[in-house]
Structure formats: structure tokens, C-alpha cells
């Protein structure tokens, strides 16, 4: 049953969904050329008539602390009229992303509404190659076929291309009269924001997922994401003050090479990683007790060569920094040299390198990874004939 309320005036006129660079920061979410289209969007959107009272539409990175992006962010999805997803292979290919339009579309299927109708106005931001991205792609074309510009090269490059720019404002003009038509002539009541995960339709991709195991002391409960991954202590570790879980990073970068990603809590199993790639990170504070010690001696017996480990503190958090780096010490000590894990100690830091290290652990278990019979008997192979005449000309 949907909870809905009454129709307000100057709702959200659209909601643009995008994925952010892969350095992005609080100071600089988003893409310079996501933002000067967004900018571009609602300016066509005030040329054109309408009755209503108008609010720009919504971007995270409108959003300024200290207030809550999150919070602003479910709040804007939940009002906006027509969702606008950016699309490109990153997009299509993650789980956060689609999380949030899937959420669209059941809104859009509560009030009665297609689920791929007028209120979701995909945009060809920038072409996948993919087949698997061909249905996605051919939706988002619908509003511009004829545009060979926009069709050949997506809105990234004729946002940014003077060469483009005509084709640019044609486009452009097409979307903010879609967004407007929509909203005044049908306009689509709020809904309760979205809480709790939110299920999405699987699509293709690797079959061997990529591990992202924490030990970490245990962690308070979080509120729900939009994310929404199971809730587990991995989940909701974060090292660095006023940061994201740092497994939201690793899953940025793993759905990046179009891999499904597997968040653990570490528990002792020798087999953890020996068919999956992976990434174990350790807050160096549970070597303080005895379990947390015992947990990191059965980690050392899990690793492969194609498990990186990071031992993460936050450096900046004032006070007591010896003892982190005793700590930190003392954790590093645990491995044997084949193995010493890497160190982490600023966030800048942990967001410059684990995409690199995320990459560099695929192609070593692409390059070295196990090859395990399949289960059950043994086939026979199968024989031109079932008793083959003896071999002619060798002595016997």
C-alpha cells in the first residue's frame, strides 16, 4: 500500500541521477560537465511557460553542509516529477544507480503509472558498447534519434565540444519541454521517501565476484542507504571521521569493471578467497584484544595472491597518535613480508588508491587464478566409435 500526500506546489521538477567521478570530494561532487548540464537544464526549463511554481530540479551536489545530503536526497526522489538518469556504461553497470531508478519506477507503478513511461527521461550521456546496455540506450535515443550528434557521441561530448553545440541546445530544448509538458500536464503526486533497500534486477556480468572483507571492532547501526546492502559491520565501518564506509568505495571501484561485489564480515575459512579476487581491510584496533589478534592470524591463512590488505586508521583524529601507530605497527607485524599489507592513514589517500588496487587484484587472479574440475563424476568424453581398432604401424 503507497503513502501518498497530497500534490504540492513547486515540487521538484526532476531529479538528476548521475555517477560521480571517481575523485570526487564533499567540495567537488560531481562532474564539471554533469553540472554545467544541469545548470543548462533548468535554464531551459525557466524559458518555457508553465502554471506552476517552479524549484530547480535536484542535483546531491546542490545540496551544501553542514546540511543532510542523504537526507535531501531521499527527499527529492520521493517529490521530483521526472526522473533523469544520466547514462553510461559506470551507470548501468552499478547497483547504486540503478537502485535509485528502480526505486523511481515503483513509485511510478504504486501511483498507477508505467514504470518506463513520460516520468523517467533517461539521457544518453555517454554510449556503452555493451549489449547488454542496448535496451537501456535505445530508450534514452528515443527522445533525439534523429540527433546523429547526440546518437554517435552521447550529451557528455556536446556538452563539452563547440563543435557540438547546436546539436547541444536542440536536445537540451527537447528534454526541458518533455520535463515541462510532464509535469504540468500530469503531474505525479509525492510519495514517502524511499527507506530500507530497495532490490534491482540483476543484469549480466561476471559470474566471480569480488570480496570486500573487514575486521573491525563492531560498529553502531546505521541508517538505511539508498545503497542498500545487507546490514553488516562491514557496511557500516568507517575509519575516517565525517567520511562514507570506506566498503562504499571499494564497491564503486569493483562495479566499475562490471564485477558483482560480495561485502563480508571476515569469518575464519581458509577457503575464503581461493576462487574470488578480493580486498581485506583491518582497523588496526582489534589487535588490542584477543580475538580481534586471533581473527588477523586466520585472515593470514586465507590470503592469495590476489588479495590486497589494508590495515586503515585516520591519522587526522587529534590525540593518542602514538598509540594508533603502536597499534598500526603491531597489526602490519602480524603478516609475513610475502605479504605485508598496505597502510592507509588519510582518506585522500584511501580514495587516490583503491581503484588501482581493486584493478590490479582482478587482472592477478585473471592471470593466476585456480582451475577446479567440475563437480560430480567424471564425464567421459565422448568417442567417434566405442572400440577403436588398434593402432596400425606401431609395435606393440
Given at each position: 500500500m ?11 521538477y526532476?531529479?538528476l ?13 560531481g ?5 554545467r ?15 506552476r ?10 545540496v551544501r ?12 526522489l520521493a ?16 547497483d547504486?544507480?540503478r ?6 519506477r ?15 527521461l ?5 554510449p ?10 535505445a ?19 556536446l556538452?563539452r565540444?563547440?563543435i ?6 536542440e ?12 509535469a ?7 510519495a514517502?521517501?524511499?527507506?530500507g533497500?530497495?532490490d ?9 565476484p569480488?570480496?570486500a ?12 542507504r ?6 553488516t ?8 571521521r ?11 571501484a569493483v562495479?566499475?569493471?562490471r ?37 588477523v592470524?586466520a585472515a593470514v ?15 587526522s583524529v ?16 602480524m603478516?609475513?613480508a610475502?605479504?605485508r ?6 582518506y585522500d589517500d ?8 581493486v584493478d590490479r587484484?582482478r587482472?592477478?587472479?585473471l592471470d ?7 563437480p560430480?563424476r567424471?564425464?567421459?568424453k ?9 593402432d ?5
Open positions: 503507497s503513502h501518498e500526500r497530497p500534490g504540492l506546489a513547486g515540487a521538484r526532476f531529479f541521477s548521475y555517477v560521480p567521478p571517481p575523485t570526487q570530494n564533499d567540495r567537488t561532487l562532474d564539471h560537465w554533469v553540472r548540464f544541469y545548470h543548462d537544464l533548468n535554464l531551459a526549463i525557466d524559458g518555457r511557460p508553465g502554471a511554481l517552479r524549484r530547480p530540479g535536484f542535483a546531491d551536489f546542490t553542509p553542514p546540511e543532510d545530503r542523504a537526507e535531501q536526497k531521499r527527499t527529492a517529490e521530483a516529477e521526472v526522473f533523469v538518469p544520466l547514462y553510461s556504461p559506470d551507470y548501468l553497470n552499478r547504486d544507480s537502485r535509485e531508478r528502480e526505486w523511481f515503483q513509485r511510478l507503478l504504486r501511483a498507477g503509472r508505467p514504470a518506463d513511461g513520460d516520468n523517467i533517461p539521457v544518453l550521456w555517454t556503452s558498447p555493451a549489449a547488454v546496455h542496448a535496451p537501456d540506450q530508450r534514452a535515443l528515443a527522445m533525439a534519434a534523429d540527433v546523429d550528434a547526440y546518437a554517435a557521441n552521447g550529451m557528455s561530448a556538452c565540444l563547440q557540438f553545440q547546436k546539436a547541444y541546445k536536445v537540451l530544448g527537447r528534454l526541458a519541454q518533455h520535463i515541462v509538458d510532464t504540468e500536464q500530469t503531474p505525479l503526486q509525492p514517502e521517501p524511499p527507506s533497500p530497495t534491482v534486477p540483476s543484469t549480466p556480468t561476471s559470474e566471480v569480488f570480496l572483507v573487514v575486521i573491525a571492532p563492531e560498529q553502531p547501526p546505521a541508517p538505511a539508498l545503497n542498500g546492502r545487507p546490514d559491520r562491514a557496511d557500516r565501518w568507517r575509519p575516517f565525517d567520511r562514507p564506509p570506506v566498503v562504499d568505495d571499494v564497491a564503486d562495479q566499475r569493471l564485477m558483482p561485489i560480495d561485502v563480508r564480515d571476515f569469518v575464519p575459512d581458509a577457503g575464503l578467497f581461493r576462487g574470488r579476487p578480493g580486498v581485506l581491510m583491518i582497523d588496526p584496533q582489534v589487535v588490542e584484544t584477543e580475538d580481534g589478534t586471533e581473527a592470524r591463512d586465507c590470503l592469495h595472491s590476489w588479495v590486497g590488505v589494508v590495515v586503515i586508521t585516520d591519522d587529534p590525540g593518542r597518535h602514538s598509540r594508533r601507530t603502536a597499534l598500526l605497527d603491531r597489526a602490519v607485524a603478516f609475513p610475502t605479504a599489507p598496505l597502510t592507509v592513514t588519510t584511501w580514495r587516490a588508491g583503491i581503484h588501482g588496487l587484484m587482472r592477478r587472479y593466476t587464478r585456480p582451475a577446479y574440475p567440475p560430480g567424471p564425464i567421459s565422448p568417442r567417434l566409435w566405442e572400440n577403436p581398432p588398434p596400425e604401424g606401431v609395435d606393440p
